[in-house]
């Protein structure tokens, strides 16, 4: 929300510079998101008129022009100027010797090749109002020559301000006043509605409105009011409002629609202005001038409405959406309707409408959508001559929904949202009547209230009050705060206090706890006075802290790898639900009333996400992909229903391009070495009788014994699908991360260093056969587990079956090792490598069915 300082000014005492305020409402609470300083506030620059302009005698594309600057000289100031797109006539801004413009650019007496100059004319970049620099400021010809340009463009400064959804006190100047005032100290110069009622007259015979709330939706309105205005003068609105309503943003449109923006945004009250000539009967304009009830009522929309809304769009309306609607007419308007049709015939008019038809056509139709914008039918225009100004209380959830589900915002929903102070809906129509009565001439004809009164209490935050310990607030805040000081604060913020505790205004809804009066107090006072006075001390570290650290180290690891970390929020649509590469024990946990289809679930698995990231990535040219995740996942009825898992994808080149050609696609080993790398430990790769056709090629993955995840390599089908390169495979990987926690030994996991071998080494080739069923990481991991001191390096390097059982028995393979051997403080003897070769063949002998081959 922008708010104006200049416009601030006129309801608070606040002298500070703007940087000051910024900082004050940041500390207390309110986000300042920017701060834009607009206008021109130069001395010795002022609206001067060109007289006369001739070509400079020694330059082509100079000008010479004598210009009335207002100081009543007879033959003008003479000015050398390069614009070339002003006429003889125009008023133009003239920076007078001894200006200083943006930049530090003095200007002073001077010749310009040879022709004395006594000052510039400037363009808007030069007087910073624009980025605008092609010419001279041309400015509107109503100007008065001589004045100082700070009068066409006023200096200010827009604050740029996020409010949270529990402060919608602070979405008006007024309330932001009131806010300030708090903080600071300062007068609060809100005149209240004392001068404003003046106004309000009875309603004379004859004119009369009609509002009613339907019993079915008196809980979505539990207010409503309507006020008569006639002999309205519609038209641009005077200089102030529009300077008002353009400095934070809005267009002006004419005086009666200017003025109920400019009350919404002084007092947060939204109001709406219907053409009352557009609301029932709606015939012919001479049956208009006689007497008739008006009706306005406030119901739920009826199947197959529409509005056609003043944003110009028809919007379908559902029985749920409430809005403003005619009322059908009394007999006796109907009656009245119809005599004065059967009038205008004796008197010869002709083409006369069927007043049955027209009213059966007009009553009951739909004329706003309450709360969120008014209809284009009854809008306010130039033929416009009497008003009835609205002015509500609507519940923000029905406003929410309403607009959230057309897809219509505006500047009234936003505030209904959030909701209203109830007892500012008169005050605020007071205000409007009051602003149309002095600019537009109305004439004001009282107020018609619906249902309630703003004396009444109509919802469960009104009239509240809450206690609060004075002593209780010094121990929370840790500072002496006096009694009396207390009471100052909470003062200054409208509260009053009462025998039972503090008694809360109507438009702070926030205030339900003594916490959050001790809050106020604080934000006054300043947490930044809050002295430190408990040391900080060592803790044992938690679960939850071992947790956090092992995924640092994951999440480290992996970036050194070169794998660049994705995330993804946690709710997912339906499809992202259901997809499941790998075999999920548990569906997934879905919302019981989810805002959006894009978030209707939990996700159960972080592969969809890290795949249509991929494939984004894929689609803006990356052929090379290493992405990982670490983040929650969740199962409907699981133990638990909430972990932790990790989600690797890596496709394309095994290693970065080099002179030596290019290199090969990576595979699944590729991906199981980055998980090895990263945890610091083997892992086991099992068979895993996958049916899902988009990941055939699968395996789950095992640490210690333990099934810790999966990995796999998806389908051409699928990746092509999902907009991924097929010239090398997409692999994918998931595993759950308390249970890499739990088996990983973390003093073993980490990295150790040893010094360069000084000694050489010596290979030993060993080749066996063995059954087809016997992994190679058991017998690598009996060799290494032997713990022969003289074992540097066990590497598989050939692998070798024959189905025809020629070479090699049938069901059996042939496996050859190279095994390296190395002593740290010699040279080894060939007998000391033999001897140890032939301790580790007899482990192999004692635990597989082993033939070697020599």
């Known amino acids: 929300m922008k708010i104006s300082l200049n416009w601030l000014r006129d309801y608070v005492a606040f002298d500070g510079s703007p940087e000051a ?58 000015i050398v100027c390069g614009a070339k797109n002003y006429q003889v006539g125009d008023k133009v801004p003239l920076a007078l010797p001894g200006a200083v413009l943006p930049g530090d650019f003095k200007i002073k007496v001077g010749k310009l090749r040879g022709v004395e100059s006594e000052g510039m004319l400037c363009s808007a970049k030069e007087l910073g109002v624009s980025d605008e620099s092609a010419g001279l400021l041309i400015l509107p010809a109503e100007a008065k020559v001589g004045a100082p340009i700070g009068e066409l ?33 300062k007068a609060f110069l809100w005149p209240g509605d004392a001068l404003w009622r003046q106004v309000s007259r009875p309603a004379p015979h004859g004119e009369e409105i009609t509002v009613e709330v339907a019993p079915e939706a008196a ?16 038209g641009p609105s005077p200089a102030w409002l529009r300077e008002r309503l353009e400095s934070v943003g809005l267009r002006a449109i004419n005086n009666v629609v200017d003025v109920t923006n400019f009350v919404m945004l002084e007092t947060g009250q939204p109001l709406h202005a219907f053409d009352a000539e557009k609301i029932h009967p709606g015939i012919d304009p001479a049956l208009r001038r006689q007497p008739r009830e008006l009706g306005i009522e406030v119901r739920l929309a009826r199947a197959g409405e529409t ?21 059908a007419a009394a007999s006796s308007g109907v009656g009245t309707a119809r005599r004065a049709v059967r009038s205008l015939g004796r008197f010869g008019e002709t083409s006369l409408p069927n007043v049955d038809e027209v009213i059966a056509e007009k009553a009951g139709r739909v004329l706003a959508l309450a709360g969120v914008m008014g209809g284009e039918e009854t809008g306010v225009t130039s033929a416009t001559r009497t008003v ?17 589900e057309l897809g219509l915002a505006s500047d009234s929903s936003y505030r209904f949202e959030r909701g209203v102070d109830l007892r500012e809906t008169d005050d605020a129509s007071l205000r409007a009547a009051q602003l149309l009565t002095e600019i537009a001439g109305a004439q004001a004809r009282g107020m018609y209230f619906a249902q309630g009164t703003r004396n009444v209490p109509l919802f469960p935050l009104d009239g509240r009050t809450v206690a609060l310990r004075p002593e209780r607030c010094r121990q929370l805040l840790g500072l002496p705060v006096a009694d009396a000081r207390i009471d100052e604060i909470l003062t200054g913020f409208g509260l009053v206090k009462t025998d039972d505790g503090w008694r809360i205004p109507s438009y702070r809804q926030d205030l339900t706890r003594e916490a959050d009066l001790i809050e106020e107090v604080a934000r ?23 947790a956090y650290d092992f995924a640092l180290r994951l999440r480290r690891r ?26 999920l024990q548990n569906p997934a946990l879905r919302l019981k009333n989810p805002l959006t289809e894009e978030g209707v679930a939990l996700r159960p698995s972080l592969l969809p996400g890290l795949l249509a990231t991929a494939g984004f990535n894929a689609r803006m040219g990356a052929a090379d992909l290493r992405l990982f995740e670490l983040g929650r996942v969740f199962a409907a009825g699981g133990e638990p229903e909430e972990t932790t898992a990790l989600a690797l994808l890596l496709s394309g080149a095994s290693q970065p391009p080099s002179w030596r050609g290019a290199p090969r696609a990576a595979d699944m080993h590729d991906l199981r070495g980055v998980l090895e790398d990263a945890l610091g430990r083997a892992l086991e790769i099992r068979p895993l009788a996958n049916e899902n056709a988009a990941l055939p090629l699968a395996a789950s993955l095992h640490l210690g014994g333990r099934a810790v995840g999966h990995l796999g390599q998806l389908a051409p089908a699928q990746a092509r699908a999902l907009d991924l390169s097929t010239r090398a495979p997409v692999l994918v990987a998931e595993l759950n991360v308390p249970a890499l926690q739990a088996l990983a030994d973390d003093a073993a996991a980490e990295r150790k260093f040893q010094p360069l071998p000084r000694f050489p080494s010596i290979t030993r080739d060993l080749a066996v056969i063995v059954p087809e069923t016997l992994p190679h990481g058991e017998i690598a991991a009996a060799l290494q587990g032997k713990k022969e001191p003289l074992l540097a390096g066990v590497a598989l390097f050939d692998v070798f079956t024959d189905p025809a059982g020629a070479k090699v028995p049938a069901g059996k393979k042939s496996l050859a090792y190279s095994l390296t051997y190395r002593a740290p403080d010699r040279t080894l003897k060939a007998d000391e490598v033999s001897a140890a070769h032939d301790r580790l063949k007899a482990v192999l002998a004692a635990s597989f069915d082993v033939v070697f081959r020599e």
């Open 21 to 78: 305020l910024a900082e004050l409402l940041t500390m207390a609470g309110v986000e300042v998101e920017g701060v834009e300083t607009r206008g021109v506030n130069i001395d010795k620059v002022v609206v001067a008129q060109i007289l006369a302009s001739t070509p400079h005698p020694n330059a082509d594309r100079l000008s010479v022009c004598r210009v009335d600057d207002g100081s009543g000289a007879a033959e003008g100031r003479q």
């Open 558 to 583: 992996l970036a050194a790898l070169g794998f660049q970390e994705a995330r993804h929020v946690s709710l997912v649509a339906d499809a992202a639900a259901r997809t499941a590469y790998f075999p």
């Open 388 to 404: 009835i100004l609205e002015s509500a209380y609507f519940t923000p959830a029905g406003i929410r929904r309403t607009s959230r």
């Open 524 to 546: 006054v006072v300043g947490l930044d006075q809050v002295e430190g006075r408990v040391a900080g001390r060592c803790a044992p570290a938690s679960p939850s802290d071992r």
């Open 153 to 185: 463009f006023p200096a200010d400064t827009i604050f740029d301000l996020e409010i949270t959804p529990n402060r919608p006190d602070l979405l008006s100047h007024a309330g932001l006043a009131r806010e300030v005032a708090a903080l600071t100290g």
């Open 219 to 234: 809980e979505a309105c539990p207010f409503y009011s309507a006020r008569v205005l006639t002999e309205v003068k519609v």
């Open 307 to 327: 509005l056609h809304a003043l944003d110009g769009r028809t919007y379908p309306l559902a029985p749920h959406h409430l809005v403003i609607a005619e009322k």
